[in-house]
């Protein structure tokens, strides 16, 4: 036996009607919900943030529809607290301690053991994080080993907690290098809202440490992530669809 809101619609006069809309409707919220190319790209860089400091629970900014902040984890952390800067004179804007990537565009130093963060600032739409250009920041040493530092981004999201860890090169002939570096797995496929970037630094015996030595410090660039519409989204144009099949419907009657 046929259901019976599909009975009344094939038997109405209006069956015509209400099905392209209701086909239509379907199909729309369909499309949006399997379509990966719907996905929108956009590059976390510092373009436009040339030459600022960095300072705990002092300074944040907003770039290319993110929010961004760096912040200290020390228990003796106070307000104002240098964390970082935004690096476009690599050769000229460090210290004599602090060899820094020399590059054509503004990056992001986080420095003394800092943590960048990030969120979606006004959509809070999740989002994929899929590659990004990294180098260890510290002193150009001959017995640097060749895995100076490491990176580890913390992401969450209604998914979970997931944390990703990649290498940091030693400094080659030019110093410490940008390096291109992409997300794999599990990482690489899940929704996030926000993460987190900080930064190991590693001796000789391959011992890497965190949060205790203000060494580790890291350059960040040109982070790659790809917004995904809610599925609240998928909905509301499907229910917005239909809404416009039922208008039709009281118009014919």
């Given at each position: 036996m046929q259901d019976d809101f599909v009975s009344t619609v094939v038997q109405s006069p209006l069956h015509r009607v209400l099905s392209r809309y209701i086909k239509a409707a379907l199909a729309g919220s369909l499309a949006l919900a399997i379509l990966p190319a719907a996905h929108a790209n956009t590059t976390i860089d510092f373009n436009n943030l040339a030459g600022a400091a960095m300072y705990n629970g002092e300074t944040s900014y907003v770039n290319n529809g993110f929010y961004?902040?760096?912040?200290?984890?020390?228990?003796?952390?106070?307000?104002?607290?240098?964390v970082g800067m935004i690096v476009?004179?690599?050769?000229?804007?460090?210290a004599l301690?602090?060899?820094?990537?020399?590059?054509?565009?503004?990056?992001?130093?986080?420095?003394?053991?800092?943590v960048m963060y990030a969120t979606r600032n006004?959509?809070?739409q999740s989002f994929?994080?899929?590659s990004f250009q990294a180098a260890f920041l510290g002193p150009v040493d001959p017995t640097n080993p060749s895995v100076t530092g490491?990176?580890?981004i913390q992401a969450s999201g209604a998914f979970g907690t997931q944390t990703a860890t990649f290498n940091l090169?030693?400094?080659g002939a030019n110093g410490f290098e940008f390096a291109n570096y992409t997300t794999s797995g599990a990482f690489s496929t899940t929704l996030f809202s926000e993460f987190y970037v900080y930064g190991y630094a590693c001796n000789a015996g391959g011992s890497c440490t965190a949060f205790n030595s203000d060494r580790g410090q890291f350059a960040i660039d040109n982070i790659l992530t790809s917004a995904v519409p809610e599925p609240s989204s998928w909905m509301m144009l499907g229910a917005g669809l239909l809404g416009l099949a039922a208008a039709a419907r009281r118009r014919k009657a």
């Open positions: 961004i902040e760096n912040f200290s984890t020390s228990a003796f952390a106070q307000p104002g607290d240098y476009d004179d690599g050769a000229n804007q460090c301690s602090l060899q820094c990537p020399i590059t054509n565009s503004p990056y992001l130093a986080a420095v003394n053991d800092s006004q959509d809070h994929l994080i899929k490491l990176l580890k090169g030693a400094p």
